[in-house]
């Protein structure tokens, strides 16, 4: 199973911008999809970004024009670059990742939620 681990969450002015940056390791086989999660201060976990393996990308519709996902398989990378930032996007940041596992006896295959430990991104001046 892979391991998820998170930065390049800080303190930013209003305006300003952050790049977050999710590194995987372990057993990196068998993505179907990763993406950028927060969680706001009193409200629950929300999708911000996600990318397909094929490129594709889908964001919240409080964050199209500014933010920006993209992944290096490579490097087993996935960064969220987020440009004018507001207040009330203080949260923490959290790395996903689909992945599909198999058992090694019986061959079965089940797709499996990941998640890193967050990242503080703070928005204040």
């Known amino acids: 199973q892979v391991q998820l681990v998170e930065s390049g969450g800080g303190l930013v002015q209003p305006g300003g911008s952050l790049r977050l940056v999710c590194v995987a390791s372990g057993s990196t086989f068998g993505f179907s999809a990763m993406g950028w999660y927060r969680r706001v201060p009193g409200k629950e976990r929300e999708l911000v970004a996600s990318?397909?393996?094929?490129?594709?990308?889908k964001y919240a519709d409080s964050v199209k024009g500014r933010f920006t996902i993209s992944g290096d398989s490579a490097k087993l990378g996935l960064t969220l670059q987020m440009n004018t930032l507001k207040p009330d996007e203080k949260a923490v940041y959290y790395c996903?990742?689909?992945?599909?596992?198999?058992?090694?006896?019986?061959?079965?295959?089940?797709?499996?939620?990941?998640w890193g430990q967050g990242t503080q991104v703070t928005v204040s001046s």
């Open positions: 990318i397909t393996r094929d490129g594709s990308t």
């Open positions: 996903h990742a689909n992945q599909w596992l198999v058992d090694k006896k019986s061959l079965s295959k089940s797709l499996y939620d990941f």
